[in-house]
């Protein structure tokens, strides 16, 4: 089974620069998390989508940031204009369906570097 | 005060160790609490997950959870190199999950 897939793995820009992050989920899986980690802190939820449906959005500075998941497989979130403080790792999870939600499957990230 | 509060370390113990992964929670609704292990650049792994008090056990790691006390653990056995990592902690509560800031570990040959 292939696991989450994010590209790039590393990107580096400017401040108030467009950036833009790309996840495909496990097959099958209908939950998609983006999170943001920052260095020596644990991950922290942006967006939570159940299929293409965006159903926890709260904590996702609109802002600037923006994501999509249109046929409810895979997704991308968008930051525009890029800040210092964006500089993180942004990591994008899926979970198999509503039974086992609690097993999450965390792709390898996207390092960001702001500078 | 944050939901979940994980000691960051650093954490060195010598090869064959027993090793103590602990976190605290201020919600009593959480309902499953999670144990990750984080490589150097690389995202989370689920380890393990339990849903009641009590201890669950694969291989050499045991998590264990005391509701009571609102505390879980992780005991690694006869910790080898490759153990090295960070360790996070997870409690959710519904489709919500908590992180705890993680625990590097460091296993000495």
């Known amino acids: 089974e292939a696991g989450v897939v994010q590209s790039p793995r590393y990107k580096i820009i400017e401040k108030k620069q467009p950036v833009a992050f790309w996840c495909n989920p496990i097959s099958g899986h209908n939950t998609l998390y983006w999170y943001l980690q920052n260095l020596g802190q644990g991950p922290e939820l942006l967006i939570r989508?159940?299929?293409?449906?965006?159903?926890?959005d709260s904590q996702l500075p609109k802002d600037r940031f923006s994501a999509e998941r249109l046929k409810g497989v895979d997704s991308t979130l968008k930051i525009q204009p890029a800040e210092l403080g964006d500089s993180a790792v942004y990591l994008c999870a899926s979970s198999p369906d509503r039974g086992r939600i609690n097993e999450q499957f965390f792709g390898p990230g996207t390092r960001l570097t702001v500078l | 005060q944050k939901e979940v509060e994980q000691d960051p370390g650093p954490l060195s113990v010598p090869e064959g160790a027993i090793v103590s992964l602990n976190c605290t929670y201020s919600?009593?609704?959480?309902?499953?609490f999670m144990w990750y292990r984080q490589y150097s650049r690389k995202g989370p792994e689920l380890l393990m997950y339990t849903y009641s008090s009590g201890n669950k056990e694969d291989g050499r790691f045991t998590a264990q959870v005391d509701k009571s006390s609102k505390y879980i653990s992780l005991f690694i056995r006869d910790s080898q190199p490759s153990d090295s990592a960070t360790y996070l902690c997870a409690m959710s509560l519904g489709n919500q999950f908590y992180f705890g800031t993680g625990t590097s570990l460091t296993v000495i040959p």
């Open positions: 989508y159940e299929n293409e449906e965006a159903v926890d």
């Open positions: 919600n009593s609704a959480f309902q499953y």
